[in-house]
């Protein structure tokens, strides 16, 4: 690993792993930023789950090299144990016993001293909004209750890198958001959030960087925009409430394509505000108004599917 690589959260280069015969990672290198979300996006049976076990040092990688907070991941694994945290896809919690008994649980295997302990847990039910709940079963708490209680119980030991892995899946948009602005106040402490989700929408919102995962190598990395930049589709769509404006600007304007029972054209566009001025600059010279115009830029899911469909050649993205 290069000096930069201490700069950073997570660095790895060459990471492999199989099981048998399937190859699961196929070398795939990453670098996350200190007090950065980075999401891991690919379909099921990718390798997300695996890349976060290999980070954790649940599993051993069969290849390659990767640092975690400084610490070289197969010959420190100890070190990189006490800088991180795991919410996994299932929870941790332990329904039988309390709220409170929970994260009493992990202090003591934290080695918190008793008073040490009460204090650090009711710090964080105060935080994450249970302390109503802290004296009752884990059992009888929604399932937004639970995951707050499980990053919470991720939290005793101070993580400086917290992996969460598919946190939200199962959780209602309310209990959703919820999570997000947990994240963000997590980054805003300035915590590493290493964050798998199927949930396109949470990556675009909540990610500094996206890569995303297939066929066991990263297909593709970079903001959010940057990614939707590499995918092609985006349009503006003109309506005209008056068939001469409709005519007129058909004849003014290039690339289109009409519609003549709607009264609508479509026009291929990146979206950006020249391109934009451009356009109504040709619809006031042909004197043509139009009734709506809206603007389609390609989203996450769209690069999803290119990506991972196998149906279109994608550009390298901006590393």
Excluded: C
Excluded at 39 to 60: F, M
Excluded at 129 to 134: K, R
Aim: charged share 25%; no cysteine; proline share 4%.
């Amino acid at each position: 690993m290069t000096t930069t690589s201490h700069a950073l959260a997570i660095a790895a280069r060459g990471l492999h792993k199989a099981y048998g015969e399937k190859k699961v990672l196929d070398g795939i290198d990453l670098a996350v930023p200190r007090g950065t979300v980075f999401s891991l996006l690919g379909p099921n049976g990718a390798g997300k789950t695996t890349v976060v076990k290999i980070l954790s040092t649940l599993i051993p990688a069969d290849g390659g090299q990767a640092q975690v907070a400084g610490h070289d991941l197969a010959a420190d694994p100890q070190a990189v144990r006490a800088a991180i945290g795991v919410t996994g896809q299932f929870s941790a919690v332990d329904g039988l016993i309390t709220g409170e008994e929970n994260m009493l649980l992990m202090a003591d295997l934290h080695h918190l001293s008793r008073r040490e302990g009460r204090r650090t847990a009711a710090e964080l039910l105060e935080r994450f909004d249970l302390l109503a709940a802290a004296k009752k079963p884990a059992a009888t708490y929604s399932g937004g209750m639970k995951r707050r209680l499980d990053i919470a119980m991720t939290l005793v030991g101070n993580p400086r890198i917290i992996f969460l892995d598919e946190p939200t899946t199962g959780l209602d948009p309310r209990s959703r958001h919820t999570m997000w602005t947990i994240v963000r106040e997590l980054v805003t402490d300035g915590v590493t959030v290493f964050l798998t989700t199927q949930y396109l929408e949470e990556a675009d919102q909540l990610a500094h960087r996206i890569a995303v995962l297939h066929d066991g190598q990263i297909a593709a990395e970079g903001t959010a925009d940057e990614l939707k930049r590499l995918v092609p589709g985006g349009h503006v769509r003109l309506r005209f409430a008056d068939p001469a404006a409709y005519r007129a600007a058909a004849s003014a304007l290039r690339e289109t394509t009409p519609d003549d029972e709607s009264l609508t054209l479509r026009l291929p566009t990146n979206g950006s505000q020249r391109e934009l001025r451009a356009i109504l600059d040709q619809l006031d010279s042909a004197g043509a108004e139009a009734a709506e115009l809206t603007v389609h830029t390609p989203d996450l899911d769209d690069v999803f599917f290119a990506l991972t469909s196998g149906t279109h050649q994608m550009a390298e993205a901006t590393r």
